[in-house]
């Protein structure tokens, strides 16, 4: 059962109008999308999701809803080129829940879990070429090292990834358990004491899989251009890689460039393009009853 994280506080953030026009680009399990749909009466959802299995469930709870919907079967880095097809070229308001869904991570065959037995895959979308068993068993010691430290903040990265090298000289590392293992044991017995050895690896071969971070820095950029003069995005974020993307952009887009700031007319391509409005965490209710929600930021931002 997937729960959406900051549920109420990204729905209020958005401002929703009955006649707006919103984007999902998230779809997931519906969570976000469906209270999106049942505010706007006269407006349109656009709902992004390359999830073939997440789409089809999705229909059915947001047919319940309303038909003012389309869901859009790509990955959110197209969303200028998705809806300009569909004839919109401004929007009222974006969101992004860049959280994994547990029903994702909790379906052993995708490949996502450190707990349970799966052949390495980690795709979102199962027609991407690249997946885990890629990563891990033809990714060089340093190109390993290097995206152990940068996605997942490991810093028995360079241990981890010579135990992985050595490993698959003895034979190819398919499954996930067989991959945790190695890294439970490469690592120092007080280490594995904390929290499980595996999580930032895995969380490091996902997002390089996915490419997670270059996708959403370009969808960032374009879901800026695409809103409305007081059009609202609101981002949910999880871990610090993407929260860091996200506050860079909102804060370079809500400044004045350092080379007008004081002057009586500033031109209009260097003012401010947004105002910062919000930044939220969980509440302690919601991290009592979702412990997934831990890490996850929300952060709006307003078009001026």
Known sequence: ?????????SIENLNIKED????????????????????????????????????????????????????????????????????????????????????QLDDAKRGFSYHKDAKLDMRMDKNNLLSAYDVVNNYSK?????????YGEEKYSKV?????????????????????????ESVPERYRRNSHPA????QAIRIEVNKELEVFEKALNDAIELLNK???????????????????????ESEVNNFYKGLPNIPDEYKPKLKLIAKIKPSKKEL????RSRSAILRVAEKL
């Open 1 to 9: 059962m997937h729960v959406s994280v900051l549920l109420n506080e």
């Open 20 to 103: 707006g026009i919103y984007v999902d680009c998230t779809l997931g399990y519906a969570g976000h999308s469906k209270e999106i749909l049942k505010r706007i009466k006269k407006g349109k959802l656009f709902a992004f999701d390359q999830d073939g299995e997440a789409i089809e469930y999705s229909k059915k709870i947001l047919d319940q809803v309303s038909s003012n919907y389309e869901i859009i079967n790509s990955n959110f880095v197209n969303i200028k080129s998705e809806l300009n097809k569909r004839g919109i070229e401004k929007v009222d308001g974006i969101l992004f829940d860049l959280g994994v869904s547990s029903v």
């Open 142 to 150: 340093e190109e390993l090292t290097k995206i152990f430290y940068e």
């Open 160 to 184: 981890i990834a010579s135990a992985i090298v050595n490993k698959r000289k003895e034979k190819n590392i398919e499954t996930t358990l067989e991959l945790a293992e190695i890294i439970k």
């Open 199 to 202: 999580r930032k690896v895995f």
């Open 230 to 252: 007081n059009g609202r995005i609101c981002v949910i974020t999880f871990h610090s890689l993407e929260d860091r993307i996200c506050k860079l952009k909102f804060k370079k």
């Open 288 to 291: 009592q009853d979702n412990n």
